[in-house]
């Protein structure tokens, strides 16, 4: 795509636009380099298959046997997404965090952050009630265990070793490889739609397009949101479709590309809403602000990260840079630390 301003062109590439790009080039802010810019070509059979983390490894060992070239996107890290006491109904924290930890097994069984990277030792009971924990969700590592019990060949995408099963949790514009496969397998990418995200759903459908691209003859995908706009969108080939829906969706709910965003992220070890509260209404009034649209000030979606209480307040269409600046500096001076996100790449 090109952007033309004081004779200088800008080029984006992405194999699959975002949805402010879509947008840009129907307002015709940017210009496409080439009219079917959204036009892949569907060589690839598709199969989809509902996700149950049993029946789907069981699946997968039986798809296999053929001996295809094959990528298999996990799309999650670790062992397990966390452990999970069945009888508190509580997941095990990050001591110094609001995170569940991941599970690792792959070199040496432990329990990692995500945020702050501390590592703890793993258990298999609850510390509050001795109940055994279960692990929850399926990463990369508990894939490919199960996969080494049946096949030998596997190695990781990023390996330069000549295998037929290759091993990966994402496929991005940034790192995506130049190497395609006779199949691709994508399994369970819903939770893009289970985090508080206004850009979920357009995640879910960009990370199925890329595994897709990659493949030559096959392409499987492990879901259960087959019914979701996106899915429909890619199935029956109106890949506009899901841009067009999606674009309404955030027109009605007043997200972006129809406002512009900026994520105030207040932290100190100890916050008081109420007290925030306050200080973003003098903020207002001392600065003249007229007309202030936002959202908040609420609790951080990770309420504590490395040690230190979060809260998060939203403005909309904001443009007074200078009224900014002297927020950080009165927060600054009162010891709370104020992290202004512009355009923010994800609101949770």
């Known amino acids: ?55 789907s490894l069981k699946r997968l060992t039986e798809i296999l046997q053929d001996k295809k070239k094959t990528l298999i996107i996990a799309n999650k890290k670790a062992y397990a997404s966390f452990l999970y006491c069945p009888r508190c109904e509580d997941e095990i924290l990050c001591q110094n965090c609001d995170v569940p930890l991941k599970v690792y097994k792959k070199e040496k069984e432990y329990l990692e952050c995500s945020i702050c990277k501390t590592k703890y030792e793993t258990i298999t009971r ?45 496929i991005l514009d940034k790192d995506l490889t130049t190497e395609n496969f006779e199949r691709v397998i994508n399994i369970y990418p819903d939770f893009f739609l289970f985090v508080q995200d206004y850009k979920g759903r357009e995640k879910f459908f960009r990370n199925i397009l890329y ?50 965003y900026i994520l105030l992220t207040f932290e100190k070890k100890i916050l ?32 504590k990260v490395k040690g230190k209480e979060r809260a998060q307040l939203l403005l909309i269409d904001f443009k007074n840079k200078q009224a900014l600046k002297i927020l950080h500096e009165k927060c600054r001076k009162l010891g709370i630390k104020l992290i202004i996100d512009v355009d923010p790449v994800q609101i949770i």
């Open 1 to 55: 795509m090109r952007y033309t301003k004081k004779k200088t062109e800008f080029i984006y590439s992405s194999l699959v636009p975002s949805i402010e790009s879509f947008y840009s080039i129907k307002k015709n802010i940017i210009k496409p380099l080439k009219e079917r810019f959204l036009k892949i070509k569907y060589k690839a059979n598709i199969k989809i298959y509902p996700f149950d983390k049993e029946f």
């Open 126 to 170: 609850c510390p509050e009630c001795e109940t055994p924990l279960e692990t929850v969700g399926i990463g990369i590592e508990k894939v490919e265990e199960y996969l080494k019990k049946y096949f030998t060949g596997i190695s990781y995408l990023h390996e330069e070793k000549d295998t037929n099963i290759k091993l990966t949790t994402t």
């Open 211 to 260: 595994s897709y691209i990659k493949a030559e003859k096959e392409f499987i995908l492990f879901t259960n949101q087959q019914n979701d706009i996106s899915i429909k969108a890619f199935l029956n080939k109106k890949l506009e479709k899901f841009y067009e829906d999606e674009l309404n969706i955030r027109k009605n709910f007043g997200y972006p590309p129809f406002k512009r």
């Open 272 to 303: 008081d809403i109420d007290f925030l509260n306050e200080l973003f209404k003098i903020w207002i009034k001392e600065n003249n602000l007229k007309n202030v649209k936002y959202k908040g000030i609420f609790k951080g979606y990770h309420y």
